[in-house]
């Protein structure tokens, strides 16, 4: 996967693209709860931004783990 360079410290990339997930979970809470809106291709359109974006959150931890273990035994 490339490396767009966006963010210089990958463990700051990790903990924004939680903060990211997290946002979105909130906005779909609020969206469902607060403005009692009921569309189902608009929850179908949250859905698959929370599970990509849960995705790509998952990717870059295990990413970022694999990284520190590997430059921690070197040492």
């Given at each position: 996967m490339a490396n767009t360079g966006a963010v210089?410290?990958?463990?700051?990339?990790?903990?924004?693209?939680?903060?990211?997930?997290?946002v979105l979970v909130v906005v779909n809470f609020?969206?469902?709860?607060?403005?009692?809106?009921?569309?189902?291709?608009?929850?179908?359109?949250?859905?698959?931004?929370?599970?990509?974006?849960?995705?790509?959150?998952?990717?870059?931890?295990?990413?970022?783990?694999?990284?520190?273990?590997?430059?921690?035994?070197?040492?």
């Amino acid at each position: 996967m490339a490396n767009t360079g966006a963010v210089k410290d990958p463990k700051n990339g990790v903990i924004s693209c939680w903060v990211c997930t997290g946002v979105l979970v909130v906005v779909n809470f609020m969206r469902l709860f607060m403005l009692r809106m009921n569309n189902r291709i608009v929850d179908g359109v949250f859905l698959a931004l929370i599970l990509i974006w849960l995705g790509i959150s998952v990717f870059e931890t295990v990413k970022y783990s694999k990284e520190k273990n590997r430059d921690g035994k070197g040492k």
